[in-house]
């Protein structure tokens, strides 16, 4: 070895610790005992490093520390709560659970003092990096909580039946895909369609919408599982599901 020049372990030691280990961010949706909730871990290395979860009636993020040990996390909020959480796999190939990117979902339990509670969480999507860093650069230069306001306001106005104030928060042409598909120019016409933008079905399907750490696809972002798409101005388009 030439004097001064690294040899190739020690090359490789310096770019293990120049190199961190790729950061992906993990979205849930499930449940904790009967309370409707999204959780979303960031794993570094394939290790927990960081990580929250809300009440989706609430949308405050709980922060979450603790540890994963193989397939098993032990994670604790401020309050005291403790989840026991391990990584199920869909039994298929390539789907183990051996790791997150082999998972479908975190089961386990909640516990509080004597208080314990069913926990499963379903992985919904995942991303690279971590959600403090802004989860919405592809769509708006708002703040985050700006533009979760926004959506979260044409939910409220369109199931409260405020046909005005949905109206305001609507990014004109809206397309609507369903069984009458329309393309909406202007407030009124969309208050004249309300009917059939808005069947019964549809609004079932907004009740279950969580406005907070939504997908994002070509510079959209997406609630209940696509029934609505929403760019930087407002609602985009909406998707009205298929009656069973």
Known sequence: MIRGVPGLATLAALIAVAVPAR?????????????????ALTIAGDRFTSGHYFYASQVKNIPLTGSQDGTSLTL?????????????????VGGDGSSFSTSV???????????????????????????????YHEVTTEPDAAYEARVGGFLKAVLAGDKAGAAKLVSYPLTVNGRHPLTLKTPASFIAHWNTIF????????????????????GQAMVAGGAAWFDAKGASALNEPEVK
């Open 199 to 218: 069947p019964p079905a549809m609004l079932a399907e907004l009740r279950t919408a969580i406005p907070h750490e939504m997908f994002v696809h070509e």
């Open 105 to 135: 979902a975190l089961v386990g339990t909640w516990t509080q003092g004597a208080e314990v509670l069913p926990v499963k969480l379903g992985f919904d999507w995942n991303f690279q990096g971590d959600p403090a860093d802004g989860m």
């Open 23 to 39: 950061a992906d961010t993990y979205e849930m949706v499930g449940t904790v005992g009967t309370h409707p909730v999204g959780a």
């Open 76 to 92: 604790t909020e401020p309050g005291g709560g403790v989840f026991r959480l391990k990584l199920q796999g869909n039994g298929g």
